[in-house]
């Protein structure tokens, strides 16, 4: 099975920015539900943002608590690439972030995490490090 790429991660000093992009598994083109967690040192993985398409043919996003605000998830179909864009970055966001994508078209997506937490293939991940 294909594993998802990340990149862009790095080191960042408080209150920067950083973008974050990942070559899925399956083409960006099936509009499957997407997203992109994190863990941090020991620390269980935690969802950080997701996006799926409506029945209206529209993009709809979600975010947790702690990244409102301040992350954007998008995805660019002519470039097959998921993306998120991390700006306000504070030392709580120093984790290893992995995207992931669910395996079928799925409503699921727009209630909780549990499609892409138990059924996505995850790739190595790319370490966010932010310094004071």
């Known amino acids: 099975q294909v594993q998802p790429v990340e990149s862009g991660g790095g080191s960042v000093q408080v209150r920067g920015s950083r973008v974050l992009s990942c070559t899925p598994s399956?083409?960006?083109?099936?509009?499957?539900?997407m997203g992109w967690f994190r863990q941090a040192p020991g620390k269980g993985r935690e969802g950080v943002a997701r996006i799926w398409t409506g029945s209206n043919g529209r993009d709809s996003t979600y975010y947790s608590d702690s990244v409102k605000g301040r992350f954007t998830i998008s995805r660019d179909i002519s470039k097959d690439t998921l993306y998120l864009q991390m700006r306000g970055l504070k030392p709580e966001d120093t984790a290893m972030y992995y995207c992931a994508q669910a395996p079928y078209a799925s409503t699921s997506c727009a209630d909780d995490w549990s499609l892409l937490r138990d059924f996505s293939s995850w790739g190595q991940g790319t370490q966010v490090t932010v310094s004071s």
């Open positions: 399956k083409s960006i083109r099936s509009r499957y539900c």
